[in-house]
């Protein structure tokens, strides 16, 4: 069974400052996918970065980042220079590669992420 | 661009009563999803299906069952809505690692 664990169900920053969004994940696979998604207040889920278990660098998106730390099997979403339409909930999410767990996507909890002025 | 559309975006019915929420990608995808959103919860995953007529459950199917008669339409039934399935719904499709997300629909069961 996989599991994603979002241990901040709310975080603040200011604007123009760097945060970071922790999320600790959980499997037996070898290969596996992790993924970070923004959820505005309308609803729609956006799609910001991914990292595969086996890339060796740490993936960046412009103003995203993830700190992939395999061993202690983290995969934390920095964000660069919060503007206020960050302001959001971010959802860490992983995707296996065993019978059954390789089409599914498991999410952690959520953080909503405040961006103050 | 890609686009997954879901029938509603606000949704009240009454307990008992059978529901119908339909889901449409233009993309032709294999894959599609249903989630619910509950606070705290995150998305879990209720039904998907990799093909016409194929679907398997997710984590939380219970109370809950699927449609797909053609490649893009995935409709969630619900049989009898109860007031625990109050929820926004999630619907997705995808094609290999990138995952589309529709609008959602937020359901209230009184």
């Known amino acids: 069974a996989q599991k994603i664990t979002q241990t901040q169900p709310g975080m603040f920053v200011q604007e123009k400052e760097a945060v970071t969004l922790d999320c600790t994940y959980d499997?037996?696979?070898?290969?596996?996918?992790l993924f970070w998604y923004k959820q505005p207040s309308s609803g729609e889920m956006i799609f910001l970065i991914y990292?595969?278990?086996?890339?060796?660098q740490n993936a960046t998106e412009g103003r995203y980042s993830l700190n992939f730390q395999k061993a202690r099997k983290s995969a934390n979403l920095v964000i660069s220079a919060s503007q206020l339409g960050d302001s959001a909930m971010y959802f860490c999410?992983?995707?296996?590669?065993?019978?059954?767990?390789?089409?599914?996507?498991?999410f952690g909890s959520g953080t909503q992420l405040t961006v103050l002025p | 661009d890609v686009k997954v559309t879901q029938s509603s975006r606000y949704l009240v019915k009454r307990t008992g009563e059978k529901v119908f929420l339909e889901c449409v990608q233009d993309?032709?995808?294999?894959?599609m999803f249903w989630y619910r959103q509950d606070p705290g919860l995150g998305l879990r995953l209720i039904y998907f299906?990799?093909?016409?007529?194929?679907?398997e459950k997710g984590d939380i199917p219970e109370g809950y069952s699927v449609s797909r008669e053609k490649k893009e339409r995935f409709s969630l039934i619900l049989e009898s809505a109860s007031t625990n399935q109050t929820s926004m719904y999630l619907c997705?499709?995808?094609?290999?690692?990138?995952?589309?997300f529709g609008p959602g629909t937020r359901l209230t069961v009184t």
């Open positions: 499997t037996s696979d070898q290969s596996y996918g």
């Open positions: 999410a992983m995707r296996g590669s065993s019978s059954g767990s390789a089409r599914q996507l498991t």
């Open positions: 299906s990799y093909d016409v007529k194929m679907k």
């Open positions: 990292q595969g278990s086996y890339d060796e």
């Open positions: 993309m032709d995808h294999e894959n």
């Open positions: 997705a499709s995808s094609s290999g690692r990138d995952r589309y």
